[in-house]
């Protein structure tokens, strides 16, 4: 492990300060990153880490791609922000990218996941109101989904303990249990809009939904008139080997979010619909002073650029397929892992031992940094530019850290 020192920043003094001035929301591991490139980053004492958790599903092209950086740059040096009461050239281009990638129609856009949540809600009742009328507002939504922290999206997010000390939630919505079509049939009532979806719930331990659901509930949203909504904050753009994970399952949504991956690591979240429920917004029915900002969408149209340049789906996708079988071979061989779920490089290992914080602590000793999720579940999502190399060198350690924390 290579070892760079940052003169005047040592981890414990960032942590001490962080403790007396940052309030107390994240429960955070002890690791002060200071520096990346590609798939490694260096922490302030100098040690140096493979990332396969990559920002939480955010730096798809790995860190400080260069022309990332450059795009970035000459931006900043040129326009960061104007009012959205004006024209930003960068914002129609991003749009009609996102557009044509989608299937879709419109977009909208806004600076985090929770934040296209909220717009993809409030879109799909104004939609509702206009078309079906005001009895129509519910939205149902699956129990262990994740739809991020402001009060809409808690609502949405069907963990009772997001909900815990906030109440009241936000009227208006239902939950069912993920992957249970007759349950779905069932609580559709005649105040339902739309249904909300993952298409694979990642928060709560990577579990995708399966084809035969996400097309009958497609189905059903057809015959009851009602939008389908697709959370792809963490799926989307190109996590899953495709641009969208609805594309795995033959079914178009009405209404998509984005965030994560789309600035590759400069925040920009997205609200992208057909054309027929977009239309639905009119002029003061939803803004954001930093939404779409000619920097954000600057990043992003460099982002999915290099993305379609390098072929990182193609990669998410290959790669991906070698990781997967790499850890269903621990599964096979040694038992240590009992499932291996996700698609692409959104993978998820569920362990043996129960001991997913414990192997997680390990590996970050031994340079690798994870996802562990509630006792047994390991959540793996490198950048999109990751290669095999780097992925055996990943099982390796994971390997060791698995044998480490049971010994
Ligand atoms: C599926 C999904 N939706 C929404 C969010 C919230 O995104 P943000 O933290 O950018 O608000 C997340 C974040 O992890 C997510 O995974």
Known sequence: MSVERRPGVDSRSVMEMDSAYVMHTFRRQPLVLVRGEGARVWDADGREYLDFLAGIAVNGLG???????????????????????????????????????????KAFF???GAEANETAIKLARKWSYK????????????????????????????????????????????????????????AVDANTAAIMLEPIQGESGVHPAS?????????LCDAKGLLLILDEVQTGLGRTGEWFGFLHYGIKPDIISLAKTLGGGF?????????????AFEPGDHASTFGGNPLACCAALTTLQVMEDEDLIGNAKR???????ALESIKSKTGAITDVRGLGLMLG????????????????KRGLIINPIGLDVIRFLPPLIIGEVDVDKAVKILQDSIAGSTA
């Open 63 to 105: 860190h400080a791609h260069p022309r990332l950086v450059e795009s970035i740059q000459n931006q900043a040096g040129k326009l960061m922000h104007v009012s959205n009461l004006y024209y930003i050239p960068e914002q129609p281009l991003l749009a009609k990218k996102l557009v044509e990638l989608s299937g879709l129609g």
């Open 110 to 112: 806004c600076n985090s």
């Open 131 to 186: 078309n079906q009328g005001e009895d129509k507002y519910q939205i149902i939504t699956a129990l262990q989904s994740f739809h991020g922290r402001t009060m809409g999206a808690i609502t949405a997010t069907g963990q009772p303990k997001y909900h815990k000390g906030f109440a009241p939630m936000l009227p208006g919505f239902k939950y069912v249990p993920y992957n249970d079509i007759s349950a779905l049939e069932e």
């Open 211 to 219: 084809l035969e659901y996400m097309r009958r509930v497609r189905e």
């Open 267 to 279: 925040p920009i979240g997205a609200c992208v619909a057909s054309n027929r429920v977009a239309d």
């Open 319 to 325: 790669v991906g397929a070698y990781f997967k079988s």
């Open 349 to 364: 290992a569920e362990l043996a031992g129960g001991n997913a914080q414990q192997v997680a602590a390990e590996c970050l």
